[in-house]
Nanobody, 124 residues
Framework: QVQLVESGGGSVQTGGSLRLSCAASGATHRVYSMGWFRQAPGKERDGVATVRTTEDRTYYADSVQGRFTISHDKAKNTLYLQMNNLKPEDTALYYC?????????????????WGQGIQVTVSS
C-alpha cells in the first residue's frame, strides 16, 4: 500500500498563488506516475496534472497549462503542485494520487492510491 498526505491548501484571492505538497510513504517503489486531481461541488473528479516519476515527463489539463507546475522530489518522495494566477474556477477539493503504471495522460481511472484531499478556495 501507498499512503499519500496532502498539505498546503487554503484560501487566496484571484491572481494569487498556492503550493500543494503530497508526501508519499509505504510501497513507493511500486509507483511510476503521480498526479493531482480536483473535484468541485456537483462535478466529476478531473485531472489537473500528472508526472511519470521515473522520467519527469509531465502532462497538464488545458485549463491549467501555463499557470500550474507539477514536480516530484524523488529523495523526499514528495509531489508538488505550484499554482499561479489562480482563478475562482480553480476552487475545488484537490487530491494527490499515485499509479503503478507509467502513464501519459491525466485520467483518474488509472490511479490506484489516493490522498484524503485538500481544499483550495479562490475568491474574486
Amino acid at each position: 500500500q501507498v499512503q499519500l498526505v496532502e498539505s498546503g491548501g487554503g484560501s487566496v484571492q484571484t491572481g494569487g498563488s498556492l503550493r500543494l505538497s503530497c508526501a508519499a510513504s509505504g510501497a513507493t517503489h511500486r509507483v511510476y506516475s503521480m498526479g493531482w486531481f480536483r473535484q468541485a461541488p456537483g462535478k466529476e473528479r478531473d485531472g489537473v496534472a500528472t508526472v511519470r516519476t521515473t522520467e519527469d515527463r509531465t502532462y497538464y489539463a488545458d485549463s491549467v497549462q501555463g499557470r500550474f507546475t507539477i514536480s516530484h522530489d524523488k529523495a523526499k518522495n514528495t509531489l508538488y503542485l505550484q499554482m499561479n494566477n489562480l482563478k475562482p474556477e480553480d476552487t475545488a477539493l484537490y487530491y494527490c494520487a499515485a499509479s503503478r503504471f507509467r502513464l501519459w495522460d491525466i485520467n483518474p481511472i488509472h490511479f490506484h492510491y489516493w490522498g484524503q484531499g485538500i481544499q483550495v478556495t479562490v475568491s474574486s
